[in-house]
T-cell receptor, first 115, second 116 residues
């Protein structure tokens, strides 16, 4: 069965500093990988996704992620964090079942940005 | 882009009452929708898969008689929490796969349910 691990529950970075959020997955086939962001009390917004091709994926809001098959990882990065990036981030793997893409989510990483 | 609308965004109800949450795909048809539940400070857990024209498929451990799902049309799925109890208080989110090869899911805004 597929699973997603986000080892960091909380991360605090200074505004303007770089950011990397870790994500490791377990999946038998080529995974469909996603990063979502959730602000308090809100739904999920897709940041970026990987299906195939170039392993470095560009997303919205200046985020990027790199798929590394050998490490089963899909870490999210941003070169310079803004205060508005404070939120909870979820990595997810898409399980292509009979009914489309059920998503399995990691536990989430809460990002705090200090000024 | 495709939008999924969820209503209400929050609801407070008394124990023993039932609450209905609607999930609509606004500019595309969704034969399948997914319902997730998120406990405070935890990740989203898939509850069930809603299928237009057939019964929903529930994940292990989810009570189908308590969480009634109806996929009435190609743009509407509803989740009814029956005889709600305080432990049902949670954040419920629906999603629908995009039409293109089911490779992306669009999420509703979520519903915060508080049972008092």
């Amino acid at each position: 069965a597929q699973s997603v691990t986000q080892p960091d529950i909380h991360i605090t970075v200074s505004e303007g500093a770089s950011l990397e959020l870790r994500c490791n997955y377990s999946y038998g086939a080529t995974p469909y990988l996603f990063w979502y962001v959730q602000s308090p009390g809100q739904g999920l917004q897709l940041l970026l996704k990987y299906f195939s091709g170039d392993t470095l994926v560009q997303g919205i809001k200046g985020f990027e992620a790199e798929f590394k098959r050998s490490q089963s990882s899909f870490n999210l990065r941003k070169p310079s964090v803004h205060w508005s990036d404070a939120a909870e981030y979820f990595c997810a793997v898409g399980a292509m079942g009979n009914y489309g893409n059920k998503l399995v989510f990691g536990a989430g990483t809460i990002l705090r940005v200090k000024s | 882009g495709a939008v999924v609308s969820q209503h209400p965004s929050w609801v407070i109800c008394k124990s023993g009452t039932s609450v209905k949450i609607e999930c609509r795909s606004l500019d595309f048809q969704a034969t399948t929708m997914f319902w997730y539940r998120q406990f405070p400070k935890q990740s989203l857990m898939l509850m069930a898969t809603s299928n237009e024209g057939s019964k929903a498929t529930y994940e292990q451990g989810v009570e189908k008689d308590k969480f009634l799902i109806n996929h009435a049309s190609l743009t509407l799925s509803t989740l009814t929490v029956t005889s709600a109890h305080p432990e049902d208080s949670s954040f419920y989110i629906c999603s629908a796969p995009s039409r293109r090869g089911n490779t992306e899911a669009f999420f509703g805004q979520g519903t915060r349910l508080t049972v008092v």
